[in-house]
Each structure stands twice: as C-alpha cells, then as structure tokens.
C-alpha cells in the first residue's frame, strides 16, 4: 500500500527541471519510557503548495540504553506532510510521518510501522532556508512497540517566493 502511495505520488509530479523542490533535514534526540536515549536523521523531500509540503522522507537512527540486549538501530521510510507558517523572521512548522522501518537489534532484523508528529519555530535565514528548534514524537509498532520524544534541529529550504500568496515561502 506505501508503494501504491509512492508510486502515485511520483506519476503525479512532472519531470521537468523546475520542479520547485523542497525538504527538511532532521536531527533529533529521543527519550522513551523505558531509558533508551535514541537519536534520529531524517531527510524530506517535498513538493511545496503554498504553506504546504507533501512528499517523503527517508533516515537512519538509534536507541541505546547501554546493554546490548536494548540496543536498535533502524531506518524509517516515510510518507511525510508539514505546514509552515508565519511572516517576518520567525515562524513555525508542523509535521507528520507515517510510514515503515526496518532494522536490528540484540535478537536479530526487526521493522514494522511508525508515526511521528512534530513542530517547532524557525528562523528564516534567507535564501529559502530556515533553521528550526521543534519537538517530535514517535510511536513505533512491532519489536519493541512504544513511544519516544524529544527535541529536534530542523534546517528546512524551499524556493523564495517572489510575492504574497505565492508558492514556495519558507
């Protein structure tokens, strides 16, 4: 069913050069209820529509608890949207993942599915760039299930826009 998704969110997108992309990249520190500290890069590409993003995202990340028999490493693959929002210099963004994982931990390969809601407030650095402190959360299915949180460092671009109310603004 992602495939279906991916594949028909990449048959509407045209291929031409101008395609006007869009991303963030994501660095997070998570906490989950049983003491794994974990940490977390992930990249979304999107295709802007005004304040909206839609596209997908794609990482690697940890937890660790410091016994091997609590360590996991994993890599999730995402369909992903956010909004940003906001005039001036400083703004705000919302976001959410859904998607799957795989990965391995002290008994072996282990994925299954995963949810991540974010947001946070970015500076517009100019240039179609934003540096944004934002806090996200996951729950994870399969091996172990469970939540995380914590804080995240998000350096987001997209195109200038060139007016009021066209697409791009950061």
Do not use: C, Q
């Amino acid at each position: 069913m992602l495939a279906a998704a991916f594949y028909a969110f990449g048959a509407s997108v045209p291929a031409k050069a101008d395609w006007n992309d869009a991303g963030a990249a994501t660095a997070a520190v998570n906490f989950d209820r049983e003491g794994r500290v974990g940490g977390v890069l992930i990249v979304d590409f999107y295709k802007p529509v005004s304040a909206f993003r839609v596209g997908f995202g794609v990482g690697a990340g940890t937890f660790t608890r410091g016994e091997d028999a609590d360590n996991r490493v994993f890599a999730p693959l995402a369909f992903s949207a956010a909004v940003y929002g906001g005039a001036g210099r400083v703004r705000g963004h919302a976001g959410f993942r859904l998607g799957v994982w795989g990965g391995a931990d002290f008994d072996g390969l282990t994925g299954g599915l995963f949810g991540s809601v974010s947001a946070g407030l970015d500076i517009h650095l100019g240039g179609g760039l934003t540096l944004g402190l934002g806090a996200d959360v996951w729950l994870f299915t399969a091996r172990p299930s469970g939540a995380a949180f914590g804080p995240s460092l998000v350096l987001s671009w997209a195109p200038e826009a060139n007016g009021p109310g066209e697409e791009g603004a950061p």
